[in-house]
């Protein structure tokens, strides 16, 4: 079965930082890329950051640039999000996300089932 666990949300002021990480299980995790959305009330659930299954290759959405880092331990199936110099505007719940074929004949996407990030003064 295929998992995806976040942690690491929580309350931090403007201009502080988090680390999230979400730890995966059920799949062959060096073998995909991995990625982080999130979502604002009110608001569409956005792409903030991917990564290729290497590591070597990441997208940032341009508000989050220069500020967020998104890497990935393949050796302990956990990507990362490093989230510097927060905003307000950050503040949302944050998902982790993959999409393949998994070992069979239909395309899947999963899920986390989130964590919070709040930036506030």
């Known amino acids: 079965q295929v998992q995806l666990v976040e942690s690491g949300g929580g309350l931090v002021q403007p201009g502080g930082s988090l680390r999230l990480s979400c730890a995966v299980s059920?799949?062959?995790?060096?073998?995909?890329?991995m990625n982080w959305y999130r979502q604002a009330p009110g608001k569409e659930r956005e792409l903030v950051a991917g990564?290729?299954?290497?590591?070597?290759?990441?997208n940032y959405v341009d508000s989050v640039k220069g500020r967020f880092t998104i890497s990935r331990d393949n050796a302990k199936n956990t990507v990362y999000l490093q989230m510097n110099s927060l905003k307000p505007e950050d503040t949302a719940v944050y998902y982790c996300?993959?999409?393949?074929?998994?070992?069979?004949?239909?395309?899947?996407?999963?899920w986390g089932q989130g964590t919070q990030v709040t930036v506030s003064s």
């Open positions: 990564i290729d299954s290497t590591g070597r290759n990441t």
């Open positions: 996300y993959v999409q393949g074929t998994f070992g069979s004949s239909e395309w899947r996407t999963y």
């Open positions: 059920g799949f062959t995790f060096r073998w995909y890329g």
